[in-house]
C-alpha cells in the first residue's frame, strides 16, 4: 500500500485524539491517516520573524506530522486574507464579505510556493499525495512545477459554488485551470461537482469526456463526489463511555424534565447562528404553552478572530442572545444558553444524547457533520430528531431521515421545531434508523476509501446514496 502525503493548511493531529474542539476535517484525516501510514505536512499555527523552511517532526496520536511556521504577513495575506476574507466567504455565497485584494492573492500563492518548497523533498517516487481545502488550491501546480510526478489528489470540504458566483473572483480562471494538475478532484456532493464542471466547461473550454473526466490541454483530471463521514463506531463508542454518560446525566438533570434543544458550530457566519436564533424566537412567539418546556443549548467555540467578520457575528449573536432571553426568560427559566466554548468529544456525544432535537441549520455547508455526530450519538431506543438545513451537503444523505428545512425561513424552522417536539417515538426511531444507516455505511473509512481508491487507480466504484 501506498503511503500517503497528506498536506493541509493546519496540521491538526490530535494531541489526544479526545481533547478540545477540533475541526471536522482534522478529526477525519487523523483516522484516515493512522491506517494508511506516510505523513501529514502543513503550517504548525506558529508565525517566525523570518521563513526558513525548516520542518518541524513530531510523532501525535500514531500519525507523523510535519509543520513549517510561517511569517506573520503570510498568515495576514494567506490564511486571514485570501484563505477567509476572499475564498471562504466566495465559496459559501456571501460575495457581499468577500475582499478582493491583489496582496491577499500574491500572498495565497506564495505560501503555497514555500509548502510547494518544503514539502517537495518528502515525497517518495510511489507517494500518493493528498491535498486538502481551499487554503492550497494551486500547491498540485506548484508541485509539478518542482518536477512532482506522483499521483495528486484535492479534495475540497467546503462547497462548490455557482459558476457566476465563482466568476466574481479576479482569478477564478486561473484558479480552476492550476487544478488541472491535479489527477483526482473531490467535493462532497454532485451539487458541488456540477458547480466545477460547469465552470471548467464552459469558462475554460474543458471537454467532458467518459466516467466524470475533464480534459484541458495535455492535462486530464477525474472529478467525482465523496462525501466525507465521520468515525462512526469511534463516536458510539464515545457516546457510551462514562464522560458521555456523566455529561448525559448532567445535562438531564439540569434540564428539569424540559427538552433540549442543541446546536454546535464554530462561531461561523456560514452556520447560520443568527437566522437560527431567530428562528427559534419565532418559535416561542408563536407557542407560549411550549416555553418554560423546551430550552436551547448552543454551543458555539469561537473561531478565525483575526477576520473582522468574525468579531462582527459573535457581537450580533452575544446581542441576540441577550435580547432573546431578556425578552423571554423567568426566574426560573432562560431560553438560550449560549456558550462560547469548546468540549471534549466524549462530552459531546452526552450532550447530543440528551437532546431532544439537533438543530443543524447552515446556511451553506460543505457537508457538516455535526449532523452524523448527533444521529451516531443518539439511544436507538428513544432517540431525537434532526432539524437540518437543505443547504448542508448532508442533506443529500440525511434528507429521508431529518426533517428538512430553509434556514432563511423563521417560520420553518418554527413550524420544525414543533413538529419535532410532537413526533411520536415510533416516527423517531424510523427516522432515525435510515439515517443511522447512511452514518454507519457512508463512514469516514468509507470516504478516504472511495477518495484513495480512485486517485490510486483502484477503484470499486461505490457511488454516495443520493
Ligand atoms: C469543514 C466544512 C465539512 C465543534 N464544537 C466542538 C467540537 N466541534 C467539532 C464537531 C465537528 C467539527 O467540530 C465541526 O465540523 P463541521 O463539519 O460541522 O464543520 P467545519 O468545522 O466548518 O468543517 C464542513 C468539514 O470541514 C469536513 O469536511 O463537513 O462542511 O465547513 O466534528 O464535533 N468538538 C469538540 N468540542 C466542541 O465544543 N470536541
Not at 480552476?176 to 460547469?198: C, I, K, Q
Not at 440528551?354 to 455535526?370: C, Q
Request: with cysteine; proline share 5%.
Amino acid at each position: 500500500m501506498s503511503r500517503l502525503i497528506i498536506i493541509s493548511n493546519r496540521v491538526s493531529a490530535p494531541k489526544d485524539s479526545n481533547s478540545g474542539a477540533q475541526g471536522g476535517l482534522a478529526v477525519a484525516l487523523a483516522a484516515a491517516l493512522r491506517e494508511n501510514g506516510g505523513i501529514w505536512f502543513g503550517w504548525s499555527g506558529d508565525v517566525t520573524e523570518e521563513f526558513t523552511g525548516d520542518i518541524n517532526f513530531q510523532r501525535r496520536a500514531g500519525v507523523t506530522a510535519a509543520t513549517i511556521d510561517l511569517e506573520q504577513q503570510d498568515v495576514e495575506e494567506y490564511y486571514n486574507g485570501y484563505a477567509n476574507r476572499t475564498l471562504w466567504p466566495l465559496f459559501h455565497y456571501r460575495i457581499d464579505l468577500a475582499e478582493y485584494e491583489r496582496g491577499f492573492a500574491g500572498g495565497y500563492v506564495r505560501v503555497n510556493d514555500r509548502f510547494a518548497d518544503t514539502v517537495r523533498p518528502l515525497i517518495e517516487p510511489e507517494d500518493v499525495v493528498w491535498i486538502q481545502d481551499y487554503h492550497m488550491f494551486p500547491l498540485g501546480q506548484a508541485l509539478r512545477d518542482r518536477g512532482c510526478r506522483n499521483r495528486i489528489g484535492f479534495f475540497l470540504h467546503i462547497p462548490w459554488p455557482p459558476r457566476r458566483l465563482l466568476g466574481t473572483l479576479p482569478e477564478a480562471a486561473d484558479l480552476v485551470r492550476t487544478m488541472f494538475a491535479y489527477d483526482v478532484v473531490g467535493f462532497h456532493t454532485e451539487e458541488w461537482l456540477e458547480s466545477f464542471r460547469d465552470f471548467a466547461v464552459k469558462d475554460l473550454g474543458a471537454e467532458l469526456g467518459e466516467d466524470n473526466t475533464l480534459k484541458l490541454g495535455d492535462r486530464t483530471l477525474k472529478a467525482i463526489a465523496a462525501p466525507i463521514g465521520i468515525d462512526c463506531k469511534e463516536f458510539v463508542e464515545g457516546a457510551n463511555s462514562p464522560a458521555a454518560r456523566l455529561a448525559f446525566r448532567q445535562m438531564r438533570d439540569s434540564a428539569v424534565g424540559r427538552d433540549m434543544i442543541v446546536g454546535v458550530d464554530r462561531l461561523d457566519y456560514s452556520k447560520g447562528l443568527e437566522e437560527r436564533f431567530r428562528g427559534y424566537e419565532r418559535f416561542l412567539e408563536r407557542h407560549p404553552e411550549e416555553r418554560k418546556e423546551v430550552f436551547l443549548l448552543q454551543i458555539a467555540p469561537p473561531s478565525r478572530a483575526g477576520v473582522e467578520s468574525y468579531q462582527k457575528i459573535r457581537t450580533t449573536l452575544e446581542g441576540l442572545a441577550g435580547y432573546i432571553n431578556g425578552r423571554y426568560a423567568d426566574v426560573d427559566w432562560v431560553p438560550i444558553r449560549y456558550v462560547n466554548q469548546g468540549y471534549p468529544r466524549d462530552q459531546l456525544a452526552g450532550i447530543y444524547r440528551a437532546a431532544r432535537i439537533g438543530l443543524v441549520t447552515p446556511l451553506r455547508d460543505g457537508m457538516n457533520l455535526v449532523a452524523k455526530e448527533y444521529v451516531a450519538a443518539q439511544d436507538p431506543e428513544n432517540p431525537g430528531v434532526l432539524i437540518l438545513s437543505n443547504f448542508a451537503g448532508a442533506a443529500a444523505q440525511l434528507r429521508e431521515g431529518a426533517v428538512l428545512i430553509n434556514p432563511y425561513s423563521a417560520e420553518e424552522m418554527s413550524d420544525a421545531i414543533i413538529q419535532a417536539l410532537r413526533m411520536e417515538r415510533q416516527e423517531r426511531i424510523d427516522r432515525w434508523r435510515v439515517m443511522m444507516d447512511n452514518v454507519e455505511k457512508e463512514d469516514v473509512i468509507w470516504w478516504r476509501k472511495r477518495f484513495t481508491s480512485v486517485l490510486m487507480g483502484t477503484e470499486q466504484e461505490t457511488e454516495p446514496a443520493e
